[in-house]
């Protein structure tokens, strides 16, 4: 059984960074693409980042482009997600997932297409 596993969220003032890791167990990490997504309250989950098996290729919603930047570390089997110049609206719960086949697409967005997923890591931002 696979296990994704946040960390790194908490409570920051707008325009501070956080990074998000995520610790993968029981798959081999380096042939699937991983993604972050996050969901705000009342709003459905969405796509964040996404970066490609061997860590070379990424993809960001384009709210984020410029400010986050996603990256893996294949021999810790752990994803990264460097938040800079948050915004009050990037407040939400985020979770790392692992894409269904192996050596996907980067910008996979449908959520169908992941099948593993962490708990969450709250993510909030204060104006």
């Known amino acids: 059984q696979v296990q994704l596993v946040e960390s790194g969220g908490g409570l920051v003032q707008a325009g501070d960074s956080l990074r998000l890791s995520c610790a993968a167990d029981g798959r081999t990490f380096s042939r699937y693409v991983m993604a972050w997504f996050r969901q705000a309250p009342g709003k459905e989950r969405e796509f964040v980042a996404g970066i490609d098996y061997s860590g070379t290729l990424t993809y960001y919603q384009d709210s984020v482009k410029g400010r986050f930047s996603i990256s893996k570390n294949n021999a810790k089997n752990t994803v990264y997600l460097q938040m800079n110049s948050l915004k009050p609206e990037d407040t939400a719960v985020y979770y790392c997932?692992?894409?269904?086949?192996?050596?996907?697409?980067?910008?996979?967005?449908?959520?169908?297409?992941?099948?593993?997923w962490g708990q969450g890591t709250q993510v909030t931002v204060s104006s």
């Open positions: 997932a692992s894409q269904r086949a192996p050596y996907g697409s980067t910008s996979e967005a449908d959520q169908r297409e992941y099948n593993y």
